[in-house]
C-alpha cells in the first residue's frame, strides 16, 4: 500500500542558541492526506558544532510516534514502514570521534 510516510531530522544552529539543539517528525498519510507534525527540543551544556543527538533524537521521535500510533495490539498487522531521514552525518561522522 505504500500510504505512510514519515520523516524526521534533527538541527543545531550555535548563532542562534549553543545549549539547544531540536528535532522534528512528520507521518503523513497519502490517501487521507492528513500529516501529524511533532518537534522537540533539549537543552544541554554539551552542545557543539559536531553535536549530531538532535538528528538521533529526530529519528527516537519519529519510531515513537509509530508505536503510539499503531499501539501493541495493532503492530503485528503492520506489513511495511519505510523511514526517511539525513542522519548521513551521524554515521559519517560517528566513527570519527575527534
Not at 490517501?31 to 501529524?36: A, F
Not at 503485528?76 to 566513527?95: M, P, T
Request: aromatic share 6%; charged share 20%.
Amino acid at each position: 500500500m505504500d500510504s505512510l510516510v514519515i520523516d524526521h531530522s534533527g538541527s543545531y544552529i550555535p548563532k542562534v542558541a549553543q545549549d539547544v539543539c531540536s528535532c522534528a517528525a512528520v507521518i503523513y498519510c497519502k490517501i487521507t492526506q492528513q500529516y501529524s507534525p511533532c518537534t522537540w527540543l533539549e537543552k544541554t551544556s554539551r552542545a557543539t558544532a559536531e553535536n549530531y543527538r538532535a538528528e538521533i533524537l529526530g529519528s527516537i521521535l519519529a519510531q515513537l510516534l509509530v508505536e503510539a500510533a499503531a499501539g501493541t495490539k495493532h503492530a503485528s498487522k503492520c506489513i511495511r514502514v519505510r523511514f526517511g531521514c539525513d542522519n548521513k552525518d551521524v554515521v559519517s561522522h560517528g566513527n570519527h570521534p575527534h
